[in-house]
């Protein structure tokens, strides 16, 4: 489904499409924007909602899953700018001074990861961005630049500065050094 074909399907069925083959990967990317899977669950369902309304101007000029990443990484960003953002971290930031099983919780999500994503998920959003989309996406630069809307240069120039503060993190001993060296 890309390109001209576009027009063969409906919009329940490119959503559909569009949920089975890129489902997971939106969901992942989303996670590592807003780090919640509830707030990742309901940015994904505003993505799927979003494409709906939004079919009819899918041209095909971009791959069906860059223009699909385009629109999850827009609507993350427009969460991590709005007043409920911030009012959530206030909330969690509480929540941990009153609940200390809160904070256990927190804990054992963030052992979950394994070190080189977690000093990922710490790196700025601009160059958290191109990592994950590098290779848990699997996206070439050029991908990137045209689901964020960055010039390509823009997104070389993070990738390079994400590796020097991944490197920097792992001469301060916070990772494993052999883990950027892969």
């Given at each position: 489904?890309?390109?001209?074909?576009?027009?063969h399907y409906t919009r329940e069925e490119a959503v559909e499409?569009?949920?089975?083959?890129?489902?997971?990967?939106?969901?992942?990317?989303?996670?590592?924007?807003?780090?919640?899977?509830?707030?990742?669950?309901?940015?994904?369902?505003?993505?799927?909602?979003?494409?709906?309304?939004?079919?009819?101007?899918?041209?095909?000029?971009?791959?069906l899953k860059t223009w699909a990443m385009r629109i999850a990484i827009?609507?993350?960003?427009?969460?991590?700018?709005?007043?409920?953002?911030?009012?959530?971290?206030?909330?969690?930031?509480?929540?941990?001074?009153?609940?200390?099983?809160?904070?256990?919780?927190?804990?054992?999500?963030?052992?979950?990861?394994?070190?080189?994503?977690?000093?990922?998920?710490?790196?700025?959003?601009?160059?958290?961005?191109?990592?994950?989309?590098?290779?848990?996406?699997?996206?070439?630069?050029?991908?990137?630049?045209?689901?964020?809307?960055?010039?390509?240069?823009?997104?070389?120039?993070?990738?390079?500065?994400?590796?020097?503060?991944?490197?920097?993190?792992?001469?301060?001993?916070?990772?494993?050094?052999?883990?950027?060296?892969?």
């Amino acid at each position: 489904m890309s390109g001209h074909t576009q027009t063969h399907y409906t919009r329940e069925e490119a959503v559909e499409y569009i949920m089975n083959q890129y489902g997971e990967s939106l969901k992942r990317t989303i996670f590592t924007y807003v780090k919640n899977h509830h707030t990742t669950d309901d940015i994904f369902q505003d993505v799927l909602l979003q494409i709906y309304r939004k079919w009819d101007r899918f041209n095909g000029d971009s791959q069906l899953k860059t223009w699909a990443m385009r629109i999850a990484i827009n609507r993350c960003k427009d969460y991590l700018r709005s007043p409920i953002h911030r009012i959530k971290i206030a909330t969690d930031k509480w929540r941990e001074q009153k609940d200390p099983n809160y904070t256990e919780q927190k804990v054992v999500q963030k052992e979950q990861w394994d070190e080189i994503a977690e000093a990922i998920l710490h790196l700025p959003i601009k160059y958290r961005e191109v990592m994950i989309l590098t290779f848990q996406q699997d996206m070439t630069q050029k991908q990137i630049a045209e689901a964020t809307g960055t010039p390509l240069s823009t997104i070389k120039t993070r990738m390079q500065r994400a590796r020097q503060l991944l490197r920097e993190k792992a001469d301060e001993g916070g990772i494993d050094p052999w883990i950027i060296n892969k």
